[in-house]
């Protein structure tokens, strides 16, 4: 097998590896560490491929700290594919483990990863926990990284800029001291969504904000990407801009990149914030001509939005949902449904900005302001 990334993580890794070679339980235990790394880049065969050959040596050779690993990386193999489906569970398993058998660097890691998850669950009073653990553990660069990212976003999202502007260069600084070119993308890719949404969130709420000219920045990541040898959310990046096109009324193009990437992006997990992007497109067929594909897939979208009911919902993406789906119903004569969808984005941004400040007064209370110096 030969998997070949450029970044000085990965020719640590492989030299470590090399190095254990007469040390078997060593040289498991990196070799699922370099497994995590290629799930990182997206090489997900290769990454797969090593794991299976793994579970099945820990079974032969049971070891509690290579088990740990291994629940981590189908944690991050469940993540990477369905954004959460099981892979909390996992990750918490992995965490459970490394606390039992003092593996404090893989206990860290897991709780970075695990405030990762809990920022893409909206679970804020999870995030803040571990979080909080990451920040009180000793010094780990790759902790570092991940935990950078979730707080960077979480205060991307409570729309305090400079906060999360600090958040992410600390991440920055920690994926470079490890040679993390993944840790780097990823978080390159996690700043440049939350400026993405906030443009296109200022545009359906009727506010002044930024031009799309960050559209440069989108295509900046798969240059980058390229660069280091793939990403494990390419399909991402396609959805990124589509939105931002469809902000900037180019709308040909929008819908183009939106029907050639939103049903796989959709099917592998992107349900929560899949109902905005098929208004987004019922919006561009609207304005394309399609009026009655545009009808049909608006309607389909209001239905989306009832399933946008739990207390942890993405609330800013139910009242960019109900905005647009506003937008393409005005467009289409239907006044009524227009109204009605106003009425119901206009209470959604409302609960939302109370869920902003509850949030950036939690991050406060934790002393999470400003990462540490």
Same mark, same amino acid.
């Given at each position: ?6 970044? @000085?993580?990965?020719? $640590? %890794?492989?030299?470590?590896? #090399? /190095?254990?070679? *007469?040390? &078997? =339980?060593?040289? !498991? ?92 669950? @909206?679970?804020?009073? $999870? %995030?803040?926990?571990?979080? #909080? /653990?990451?920040? *009180?553990? &000793? =010094?780990?660069? !790759? ?108 709308? &040909?193009?929008?819908? !183009? ?117």
């Amino acid at each position: 097998m030969s998997v070949k990334l450029r970044s @000085r993580l990965a020719q $640590r %890794l492989d030299a470590e590896i #090399a /190095a254990a070679a *007469a040390i &078997p =339980p060593r040289a !498991a235990v990196l070799q699922a560490q370099r497994a995590i790394l290629w799930l990182r880049h997206g090489r997900e065969a290769e990454a797969r491929e090593e794991l299976d050959r793994l579970q099945a040596s820990a079974l032969a050779h049971p070891r509690v700290e290579l088990a740990a690993w291994l629940h981590l990386a189908e944690g991050l193999t469940a993540y990477f594919s369905a954004f959460g489906g099981g892979a909390r569970e996992r990750m918490r398993r992995a965490h459970v483990m490394a606390q039992a058998a003092g593996l404090a660097p893989l206990r860290t890691l897991c709780d970075a990863w695990l405030a990762q998850m809990a920022f893409v669950d @909206r679970d804020f009073d $999870r %995030l803040v926990v571990h979080a #909080a /653990a990451v920040l *009180a553990g &000793p =010094p780990d660069n !790759a902790a570092a990284c991940r935990v950078a990212s979730a707080l960077g976003m979480a205060w991307d999202l409570a729309q305090d800029e400079a906060a999360a502007t600090a958040w992410y260069a600390w991440g920055r600084r920690a994926a470079s001291a490890d040679g993390d070119d993944a840790g780097l993308a990823a978080l390159l890719y996690n700043q440049m969504q939350m400026r993405a949404l906030r443009i296109r969130h200022a545009a359906l709420a009727g506010e002044p904000g930024e031009a799309p000219a960050v559209l440069l920045g989108v295509d900046s990541i798969g240059h980058f990407d390229d660069a280091v040898g793939g990403s494990a959310r390419a399909d991402l990046t396609p959805l990124l801009r589509a939105q931002l096109l469809t902000v900037q009324g180019d709308f &040909p193009a929008a819908a !183009a990149l939106l029907e050639a990437h939103l049903p796989e992006a959709v099917a592998a997990g992107l349900a929560r914030t899949g109902g905005s992007l098929l208004a987004d497109l019922a919006w561009c067929w609207a304005n394309t001509g399609e009026a009655s594909r545009a009808r049909a897939l608006a309607d389909q979208a209001a239905v989306e939005v009832l399933a946008e009911d739990s207390p942890q919902c993405d609330l800013d993406e139910r009242a960019a949902l109900h905005a647009r789906l506003a937008q393409v119903y005005a467009r289409l004569h239907e006044e009524g449904l227009a109204v009605k969808h106003g009425d119901a984005a206009q209470e959604a941004w409302r609960q939302d900005g109370d869920q902003r400040r509850l949030l950036a007064r939690q991050l406060s209370a934790a002393g999470m302001g400003t990462p540490p110096r």
